[in-house]
């Protein structure tokens, strides 16, 4: 086993232990909570070597990073999820690779999308990113639709040709009145997740957590949670 893949295969076995112990704590299956590992800046090799140690879901939020490492790793049995802001110019690129897309926040990437699977012939699971940092009517400072605009944009979707509304994905805000109350914030969306299930019974995927707080999105009721610091490391510089 080469250096890299005994990191990874460490920390991997870590965040499991995580997660593992943060389900047992809430009374839920570890079968209840997906890992979705985010390979944003780090090469394809990794994702290789993620992949052999049993990954099946990854996470990316540039395409310009996403798009040569999804066509490097195309023999992979791997889902991609898109994850970062997503202009609707960047679409065409992103329905070539993406299983989801985490961060629909707006009708007029819902078009986008919808046109392009279409245009493929496939179909792309969308979550509507949650803005819990925003006012009912406005977008949040990092993407996301607030609360008040949920239902609309899922109508969109889940009528929209080729897409397939999953549910719902939030990030922990830092400003707001869930600063720092990363479990408030991910009970809010829970709430939000079941009020949504009443009209899309089907749209039962959160998306919430990171390397810092997965304990807590667990605790909450989250059913996928995206980590990456804590299983490639922080590279110098980024922070």
């Not at 390979?39 to 990854?58: C, F, M, N, Q, W």
């Not at 609309?152 to 009528?159: Q, S, Y």
């Not at 939030?170 to 009443?198: C, H, I, K, N, W």
Request: aromatic share 2%; hydrophobic share 45%.
């Amino acid at each position: 086993m080469t250096e890299r893949k005994e990191q990874l295969a460490a920390n991997l076995a870590k965040v499991e232990r995580r997660i593992a112990d943060a389900c047992a704590a809430a009374g839920r299956e570890r079968e209840e909570v997906t890992l979705i590992v985010v390979t944003k800046t780090y090469p394809a090799s990794d994702v290789r070597i993620l992949s052999e140690l049993g990954v099946r879901h990854v996470a990316e939020n540039r395409d310009q990073d996403a798009a040569p490492k999804a066509a490097a790793c195309s023999d992979l049995s791997l889902s991609w999820h898109f994850v970062g802001q997503l202009q609707t110019n960047k679409v065409r690129s992103v329905v070539g690779y993406a299983d989801v897309v985490q961060s629909v926040d707006r009708s007029r990437l819902v078009a986008a999308l919808s046109k392009e699977a279409e245009r493929v012939g496939g179909e792309v699971g969308c979550l509507i990113q949650v803005a819990l940092d925003a006012g009912e009517s406005a977008r949040g400072e990092r993407g996301g639709v607030a609360p008040g605009g949920i239902a609309e944009l899922a109508d969109l979707v889940a009528g929209a040709p080729g897409l397939r509304l999953g549910g719902l994905m939030t990030v922990a805000p830092l400003t707001g009145e869930y600063a720092g109350r990363q479990r408030a914030a991910f009970e809010r969306l829970m709430d939000l997740s079941t009020d949504l299930r009443r009209t899309h019974p089907a749209a039962n995927m959160v998306s919430a957590g990171m390397s810092a707080d997965l304990e807590q999105a667990v605790a909450a009721g989250a059913t996928h949670v995206r980590v990456g610091s804590a299983v490639l490391g922080v590279r110098p510089g980024l922070g």
